[in-house]
């Protein structure tokens, strides 16, 4: 029995050969069931949601380089940093770049933990301290404060929600998923 790229239906195949005005029928019978529909459990599309959160963060991160002092400025990095950048130091990119690289890294432990990816050293541990780090981070903000004066209260609560909302996402998805991991 010959299986289709599926896994279902069935084909009919007719060749005809011109030259002998002859035509042949082949029927390839596939009666094959499809593939069962993959079901993710809550925990599992919760790090997938958190891989992804964790992306779209260090895209931003990287939208800042390409664009300038102008989104330095925007994302809260500061009056200090935004100047940096507008005077061409190099500093301000290799920070960001390294903050990139890092939030890309913990989407690639989420996804790991998920079963998305193959299974990443100390994925359980990691997760762990990734979810520690953005909710510190969610918390931290009254301590951060005077570090970055030129942050509107806006920027700390919306930037600090959203550092908890993903923390929250990866936690629920490392709780869901602890005995697997």
């Known amino acids: 029995m010959l299986k289709g790229p599926l896994g279902f239906g069935s084909c009919q195949v007719v060749l005809t050969n011109c030259c002998k005005r002859r035509a042949r029928r082949v029927r390839l019978n596939m009666n094959v069931e499809p593939r069962p529909k993959l079901m993710l459990s809550f925990g599992t599309q919760a790090?997938?949601?958190?891989?992804?959160?964790?992306?779209?963060?260090?895209?931003?991160?990287?939208?800042?380089?390409?664009?300038?002092?102008?989104?330095?400025?925007?994302?809260?990095a500061g009056?200090?940093?935004?100047?940096?950048v507008e005077s061409g130091k190099i500093q301000p990119a290799l920070v960001t770049l390294a903050v990139?690289?890092?939030?890309?890294?913990w989407a690639a432990y989420a996804l790991s933990g998920a079963g998305a990816i193959g299974r990443l050293p100390f994925t359980k541990s990691a997760l762990l301290v990734i979810c520690a780090i953005y909710m510190?981070?969610?918390?931290?903000?009254?301590?951060?404060?005077?570090?970055?004066?030129?942050?509107?209260?806006?920027?700390?609560?919306?930037?600090?929600?959203?550092?908890?909302?993903?923390?929250?996402?990866h936690f629920y998805g490392l709780v869901?998923?602890?005995?697997?991991?």
Do not use: D, Q
């Not at 009056?79 to 940096?84: L, N, S, V």
């Not at 404060?145 to 923390?167: D, H, K, M």
């Open 176 to 181: 869901s998923l602890w005995r697997t991991l």
């Open 100 to 105: 990139a690289g890092v939030l890309f890294a």
């Open 79 to 84: 009056e200090k940093m935004a100047r940096a």
């Open 136 to 169: 510190g981070r969610a918390v931290a903000f009254p301590f951060l404060r005077p570090v970055f004066p030129y942050n509107s209260e806006t920027f700390w609560l919306v930037s600090s929600g959203i550092c908890a909302l993903i923390a929250l996402v």
């Open 47 to 76: 790090l997938v949601i958190g891989a992804s959160l964790s992306a779209v963060a260090a895209m931003a991160h990287l939208a800042c380089i390409v664009i300038g002092a102008p989104a330095y400025r925007f994302m809260g």
